[in-house]
Nanobody
Framework: QVQLVESGGGLVQAGGSLRLSCAAS????????IGWFRQAPGQERQFAGS????????YYADSVKGRFTISRDNGKNTVYLQMNHLEPEDTAVYYC?????????????????WGQGTQVTVSS
């Protein structure tokens, strides 16, 4: 069992930056790949990207590639989502989720543990 808690959301102007954190508790955090998702009001949940168990490998959706960076610190049981050059279209609730280390990073499937989400609002 892994519990995930996101933090770091808030209000930022277009062009600004935010860093979200995903803090994990429970067993064997380094056995899990972590993904970031987002959901805007009235829209389906969108996969933003993921990071492998060691932090060496990452995957990004085209919509965030080049602007968002995912990293992790297994010693602190935390994954980060650095978001730069934010756009109003990035406004959403952001969630982190965990899946087994051997699952594909490019797939949005197989996530078994989810956080409660943190709101990001980008003003124009």
């Amino acid at each position: 069992q892994v519990q995930l808690v996101e933090s770091g959301g808030g209000l930022v102007q277009a062009g600004g930056s935010l860093r979200l954190s995903c803090a994990a508790s429970g067993r064997s955090f380094s056995n899990y790949a972590i993904g970031w998702f987002r959901q805007a009001p009235g829209q389906e949940r969108q996969f933003a990207g993921s990071i492998g168990w060691s932090g060496v490998t990452t995957y990004y959706a085209d919509s965030v590639k080049g602007r968002f960076t995912i990293s992790r610190d297994n010693g602190k049981n935390t994954v980060y989502l650095q978001m730069n050059h934010l756009e109003p279209e990035d406004t959403a609730v952001y969630y982190c989720a965990a899946k087994r280390w051997d699952k594909s990073l490019a797939s949005s499937d197989d996530y078994v543990y989810w956080g409660q989400g943190t709101q990001v609002t980008v003003s124009s």
